[in-house]
């Protein structure tokens, strides 16, 4: 992908623009907070993950990388809530 390669602002031109085609597109967003992750914005990403647990609040993996978010802006109780969650809906 293109923010592997490093070429974040390409990423996130694409990232934006596919975002303005399908808004209710959860996994758009949570690309996005992927790709803060890697930028280490930590706060960004998990604004990004929220708007895709918003959209999608099923998916065990939105809430496993909210919840690393957390814990790398060390927000513990956060992160631990988010990874109960991601354990409770996707168990395996």
């Avoid at 592997?4 to 690309?31: T, V």
């Avoid at 998916?59 to 990388?65: A, H, I, K, L």
């Amino acid at each position: 992908s293109l923010g592997q390669l490093g070429r974040y602002d390409d990423a996130f031109k694409s990232l934006d623009k596919a975002i303005e085609l399908e808004p209710r597109n959860a996994e758009y967003w949570n690309i996005a907070g992927n790709l803060w992750y890697q930028r280490q914005n930590y706060d960004f990403a998990v604004n990004m993950y929220t708007a895709a647990i918003d959209r999608n609040g099923k998916e065990g993996q939105y809430y496993r990388n909210r919840g690393g978010a957390h814990r790398q802006a060390a927000r513990i109780q956060e992160a631990v809530n988010d990874l109960l969650k991601s354990v409770e809906l996707a168990p395996n």
